[in-house]
């Protein structure tokens, strides 16, 4: 059974950085695709960064430049650095995994304070 454990998450001053992480455990493909996702009180469920097997990476333009994905295929461990945080980044953070099936961690909350 494949599961995601999203770690990393609290509170944080504007401008400060989180690091969070998605651990993947169980059978996977090695090709697949993972990303961050973030839901803020009352809002829907949006895209944060994405990053395929081989690397190759995607961001929602609020936090290009701030934000970096990436991932650890030998740990299968998949990572995002936030630096300059805003307090309109804090939100639930969830990691996703695509590979044939679709699997979703159970979030972590990132809270950023003005």
């Known amino acids: 059974q494949v599961q995601l454990v999203e770690s990393g998450g609290g509170l944080v001053q504007a401008g400060g950085s989180l690091r969070l992480s998605c651990a993947v455990s169980?059978?996977?493909?090695?090709?697949?695709?993972m990303g961050w996702y973030r839901q803020a009180p009352g809002k829907q469920r949006e895209l944060v960064a994405m990053i395929g097997s081989g690397g190759t990476t995607n961001y929602a333009d609020s936090v290009k430049d701030r934000f970096t994905i990436s991932r650890d295929n030998a740990k299968n461990t998949m990572y995002l650095q936030m630096n300059s945080l805003k307090p309109e980044d804090t939100a639930v953070y969830y990691c996703r995994l695509i590979t044939g099936l679709d699997y979703w961690g159970q979030g972590t909350q990132v809270t950023v304070s003005s």
């Open positions: 169980g059978s996977i493909s090695s090709i697949n695709v």
